[in-house]
């Protein structure tokens, strides 16, 4: 296990800067996952801890021995990447065994460590196979099994399950979660999917444009967001975003959002119209239009129609306050002004 820490690191291409004066450490023994939009700086962050991008300035540490400038065949870290990088020509045992081979381990030892991650990733009676005649996510194992007999101190991941179909993500990702809570080893995932960070992860660490915009528990990220970026990245749908009078904006969950056919009192209460209404098993979403606003509502209530005239109310705790830069406006910021937002969020009611 490991722990990994950046100080002050920059990353340029050219003139294009990437990630600029980022510190961040990745706790040791938790499965961290880097989570944001393509482009945002996550892989790079990665790469770098992998040592096959190094960062432009800046230091990086590993257990508190900095490692910015060591070689990657150097650094106790295993890397799976998006498409596997295995060998076809291999069988699932010779893909498995190759890096021990190259790291001249005897052979008795080489068959026990092959024999027991084959057992841990389900592969025993496919060891003799090429990776052709295997599932996608059978030659994902085997990518994780050549990780593991590494028996690295930190386990790197970049979007590894993205060429999977949603059905076997779902495995997948359940199959890793395990993996994790067996070997308590760092691990460090790259994904830009926000349903796999909420479910996998200890940490999220979610990133836009080379800056971290949160790290938290997916608990705490979903429901005590510091900005309204985090607000509408993470939960699906995304937050409801509402501009105030006062400059301000307010935000609610779609599914804190109650619908009834008569209005509310002491809360935030819109009438609007239901546009699209779909059935997601045991919720309901729906599409509302309140004029100059359109609001996502998700509830365990099919009984509305569309086109049906409704109303919307939301409860003063399930309101969130943000400035005028998008940046949380909490209760303990200041009793009074909190008490003045929800004043004037009340006076936006349209009933």
């Not at 779909?278 to 099919?302: A, H, N, R, W």
């Not at 400035?323 to 200041?334: H, L, P, S, V, Y």
Request: hydrophobic share 40%.
């Amino acid at each position: 296990m490991a722990e990994i820490r950046f100080e002050k690191v920059c990353k340029f291409f050219d003139k294009a800067r990437i990630i600029e004066d980022l510190d961040l450490t990745i706790q040791d023994g938790k499965f961290t996952v880097l989570v944001g939009a393509s482009g945002c700086g996550k892989t790079t962050l990665l790469r770098m801890i992998a040592g096959i991008g190094p960062a432009t300035s800046g230091h990086i540490y590993m257990d508190g021995k900095e490692i910015t400038d060591v070689a990657p065949s150097k650094r106790d870290i295993a890397m799976v990447f998006q498409n596997y990088a295995i060998y076809p020509t291999m069988t699932v045992r010779e893909n498995i065994e190759f890096g021990l081979k190259n790291k001249k381990v005897p052979k008795a030892e080489r068959e026990a460590l092959i024999k027991e991650y084959a057992e841990i990733v389900g592969l025993t009676e496919y060891l003799d196979r090429k990776p052709g005649t295997l599932s996608g996510g059978q030659r994902q194992r085997i990518a994780l099994a050549r990780a593991m007999v590494k028996k690295p101190a930190v386990f790197l991941m970049d979007e590894p399950l993205s060429n999977l179909d949603a059905k076997l993500r779902v495995q997948m990702r359940t199959e890793l979660i395990e993996l994790h809570n067996r070997l308590k080893t760092t691990f460090v995932y790259v994904t830009h999917d926000q349903v796999e960070a909420m479910s996998m992860a200890d940490v999220i660490v979610l990133m836009n444009k080379g800056q971290i915009m949160q790290e938290a528990s997916p608990e705490d990220i979903y429901n005590d967001p510091n900005n309204v970026f985090t607000a509408q990245f993470i939960g699906t749908p995304p937050m409801n975003i509402v501009d105030m009078p006062d400059g301000n904006k307010m935000g609610f969950r779609p599914e804190k959002v109650k619908m009834s056919d008569v209005p509310v009192q002491g809360c935030y209460c819109h009438k609007g119209e239901i546009l699209t209404r779909e059935m997601l098993g045991s919720e309901t979403l729906y599409k509302i239009d309140c004029g100059e606003y359109t609001f996502m509502v998700k509830t365990d209530k099919p009984d509305f129609a569309m086109g049906e005239k409704v109303f919307i109310h939301v409860a003063n705790e399930h309101l969130y306050f943000f400035d005028a830069e998008g940046q949380r406006i909490r209760k303990t910021d200041g009793e009074n002004q909190y008490a003045q937002l929800l004043q004037n969020a009340g006076g936006m009611s349209n009933v």
